[in-house]
């Protein structure tokens, strides 16, 4: 079974400045999507960045970018310019080729500190 | 506007009782699924549906049960039989159960029984 390790509970950062949130996962397929899901206070949860394991270029969406080393099995979201509004749980997902079932980490709370 | 609808936003049960929650979308989706979520921990797996009348148990469906009668509607029965059934519930949606689709969230259900 696939498994995603989020090692980081709490993470903090001053705004303006920017911080990595870390994700390690377990699987023995070649195929497979992995999600990083940003959850506010409000609990809706959004998606914030995606990448497909086949394809080498790491995926970058405005402020965020993840640094993905398949071979490490390593998938960190880096928050460039972190504003107050980026303040929220943060998720790690992954999907493998059975994809009715998504795999979630526990979650990273990130604080931004005016 | 499309989107997913949960309701009611709290929920408060007598021990013993079945409760069910609503999970209504408008986005056309063939995928939907149900996650319950624990302080501290990230999201699990209840159930999913990838058509309609057709539905998979996830990782901890013992003591749930769901329908799909209608793209539009999953709604999920928490049932006596679940031990700890306080929980905050996230239905999702996604246009198919490939990999490579996203999920979109409802607001979610915060169910409290005492």
């Known amino acids: 079974a696939q498994t995603v390790t989020q090692s980081q509970p709490e993470m903090s950062v001053q705004e303006a400045e920017t911080v990595t949130l870390s994700c390690t996962y377990d699987?023995?397929?070649?195929?497979?999507?992995l999600f990083w899901y940003k959850q506010p206070p409000s609990r809706q949860m959004i998606l914030v960045i995606r990448q497909e394991a086949y394809k080498q270029q790491n995926a970058t969406e405005n402020r965020f970018s993840v640094n993905f080393q398949k071979a490490a099995k390593s998938f960190s979201l880096k928050i460039s310019d972190s504003q107050l509004g980026d303040a929220a749980m943060y998720f790690c997902a992954y999907r493998g080729t059975n994809a009715g079932k998504s795999t979630f980490g526990d979650g990273t709370t990130l604080t931004v500190k005016p | 506007d499309g989107g997913i609808t949960q309701s009611p936003k709290y929920l408060f049960r007598k021990e013993g009782q079945n409760v069910t929650l609503s999970c209504e979308q408008n986005l056309n989706h063939d995928a939907m699924y149900w996650y319950r979520q624990d302080p501290g921990q990230g999201l699990r797996l209840i159930y999913y549906s990838q058509i309609v009348n057709d539905f998979q148990k996830g990782d901890i469906a013992e003591g749930y049960s769901v329908s799909r009668e209608k793209k539009e509607s999953f709604p999920l029965t928490v049932t006596s039989a679940q031990k700890n059934p306080t929980a905050f519930y996230l239905c999702a949606s996604s246009i198919a159960t490939g990999s490579y689709y996203e999920q979109y969230f409802g607001p979610g259900t915060r169910l409290t029984v005492t």
């Open positions: 699987t023995s397929e070649s195929d497979y999507y």
